[in-house]
């Protein structure tokens, strides 16, 4: 049987509350005490436990009134095991949504952004929604995407440690967006990125004109992408670690070896390996302390 451990992480989390959550996955187990993990302040490690589903459920339960962030891992398993990192963009590695800042330009991100959460949840096809919100952007001067990369877009909680983590175990980086290359063109320069794919919008005259160009990265393109990706490298999806928060995410993290939800929406939640809620991408470090 594969041994399994127990990583709880939180952004201020309180022994006791740790040491509670131990006590309750021992039912049926004999499980370590805690471990606090020295590098990461805020993660403790609970060796050798097994769960039942109604344990699971139950463990999840008390992780989310104490607010923590717990992943079931394989004890055995290290960073250096896998070979790529792919993340999506927009609310992941980055804290907001582009195209809705984009669209606050024109006065129109309320309209804009209830169609990316519709897209987000599920509930719209990707290239509809992304055609239908393009198209509320014609006319907009072009010079409004620097602003946005200039004046709103910020990384997310945990991004610089986690990349530097990454590269030093000798993975590579893919950013992989139903975003525009605008903002991943100067991710990529910025972060040191390996490899980018996202959408490019069309533009003439300085302005935009509410058509994309090209293939649109929805759900398949982004498995696509990182299914090349892997194949340039040698390996296999499976030594790929995914991250992404909507559902166009969900087929490039269905095809990984470790999926993370990050912030994400339900639907991604429940079907990813690991769901990071409160601590920042660079919990996934704890994963493998």
Not at 81 to 93: E, G, H
Not at 158 to 184: C, Y
Not at 189 to 216: C, F, M, P, S, W
Request: with cysteine; charged share 20%; glycine share 8%.
């Amino acid at each position: 049987m594969t041994a399994t451990n127990l990583i709880l992480q939180g952004l201020n989390p309180d022994p006791a509350t740790i040491a509670g959550i131990a006590a309750l996955v021992s039912i049926g187990a004999t499980p370590s005490d805690p471990v606090a993990l020295n590098r990461h302040r805020h993660a403790w490690r609970v060796e050798g436990v097994q769960l039942t589903e109604e344990g699971k459920a139950a463990l999840e339960a008390a992780c989310l009134t104490a607010q923590l962030d717990y992943a079931l891992v394989d004890a055995h398993q290290r960073l250096g095991d896998f070979k790529l990192l792919a993340m999506d963009m927009d609310s992941t590695l980055i804290t907001i949504e582009c195209i809705d800042e984009i669209a606050d330009m024109q006065g129109l991100k309320p309209q804009v952004a209830a169609i990316t959460e519709a897209a987000m949840r599920g509930e719209i096809e990707f290239q509809e929604s992304l055609t239908r919100r393009v198209a509320l952007l014609k006319g907009l001067d072009a010079s409004a995407l620097q602003r946005v990369y200039d004046e709103r877009l910020a990384l997310s909680m945990g991004a610089q440690p986690m990349l530097e983590a990454i590269r030093a175990a000798g993975l590579k980086t893919l950013l992989v967006s139903g975003g525009f290359t605008f903002f991943t063109d100067r991710m990529q320069q910025r972060l040191g990125l390996d490899y980018t794919h996202a959408n490019v919008l069309e533009i003439e005259n300085g302005k935009l004109t509410g058509r994309v160009l090209g293939t649109i990265v929805d759900a398949d393109e982004k498995q696509r992408t990182v299914e090349r990706v892997c194949a340039e490298l040698g390996c296999s999806p499976k030594q790929a670690i995914v991250m992404g928060d909507g559902a166009n995410d969900l087929n490039m993290m269905r095809i990984a070896g470790l999926s993370v939800a990050f912030r994400a929406k339900p639907v991604v939640r429940a079907q990813a390996d690991v769901a990071l809620n409160f601590v920042g991408l660079d919990g996934i470090l704890s994963l493998f302390a």
